[in-house]
C-alpha cells in the first residue's frame, strides 16, 4: 500500500468528501460505512488520480477526529488572545508550553489554527463531546464551577508534529502567560450569585425535559413499519431493489430520518436506488 502525501490541498479534498457523505448518512456510528468509504476513494480519485485503500482513509479520519478533539479542547482555554491573520491563539511561549503538557499535540496549533473547520464539524461535532462540559439534568448533583478539566490524549498519538517544536530556548518575560481552567482554586461565588445559577440550571431542566418530550413524540412517527409504508407510496413496491434496500437501512434510526428528510417521493425513490447502486454495484 503506497504511501499518500497528505498536503493541505488533499486533506481539503478528502475532509469535503468525508462531510458529504456524512450528511447523505453513511456515517454508522463513529466511522463512514463501507458505501460512504467506497463513495470517497472513488470520487478521491477522480480529483487527484491518487488511488486509496479503506485502510488509508479510515487512518486519515482517525487522525483528523483527534485534531478536532485537541482543537476543542484548546478552545476551552481561559484569557487566550485571538490571532485573527492565523486563525489561532495569540499567546507567548510560556502559555503554549503549558498548553502542549496539558493538551499533547496542540502544538500543531501554534501558528496557525485548524483547516477546513466546518467541514470537521459536520463530521465529529455530535460524536466528539466527552461531556466534561454538560450538566444532565437528571444526574441529580450540580454541577461543580471550578472542577479541574483532565486533558487527555485521545487517541494515543505520539508521532512527531514540526509545529510542536520549539525553535527558541528563550521567551517573553513581560507577559504573564493566561491561566487554564484548573489552575488554581478561584474564589467562591457568593450566596445571591449562587441562587442565580441554581435558578438557570432549574430553567434548563426545565427545557431539557420538553425537548426531551418533543423528540419522543416525533421518533414516534418514524418506526421501522411507518418508514417502509412510506417505501411503498414512493415506488418501492415489495420485491423490488429500493424495497430491499430499504429493509436493510431502515433497522437503524438515522436511515429513516434521512429518508423522511427527502422532499417528496420521486426523492426518495431516487434516494433508495442510488443507495441500491451504491451497496450492490447496480441498479
Known sequence: MAAIQWTDENTSIVT????????????????????????V???????????LKKTQLKNKWDKLKNDYSIWKRLLKQTGAGWDHTNGTFEQDKEWWKKARIDIPGCGRFQKHGIRNEEHLKTMFEDISSDGSDHWCPTSGDLPQPNAEVDLVN?????SIDIDEIDESPGCSKGKRPAKFVGDKPK??????VMQDEI???GALAERTQ???????????????????????????????DEHFIASELFVKKEQREMFLHMQGTHDRFNW????????????
Open 210 to 240: 420538553s425537548s426531551l418530550e418533543a423528540y419522543t413524540k416525533k421518533d414516534e412517527t418514524i418506526t421501522v413499519n411507518a418508514v417502509m409504508d412510506l417505501v411503498v407510496e414512493c415506488g418501492g413496491v415489495i420485491g423490488s
Open 199 to 201: 435558578k438557570k440550571l
Open 16 to 39: 469535503k468528501l468525508f462531510a458529504e457523505q456524512v450528511d447523505r448518512g453513511n456515517r454508522s456510528s463513529t466511522h463512514l460505512n463501507n458505501a460512504g468509504y467506497d463513495e
Open 41 to 51: 476513494a472513488r470520487r478521491f480519485k477522480d480529483k487527484t488520480s491518487i488511488e
Open 187 to 192: 474564589k467562591l461565588k457568593t450566596s445571591q
Open 272 to 283: 433508495l436506488k442510488r443507495k441500491y447502486a451504491a451497496k450492490y454495484g447496480h441498479s
Open 154 to 158: 485521545v487517541d494515543g498519538e505520539d
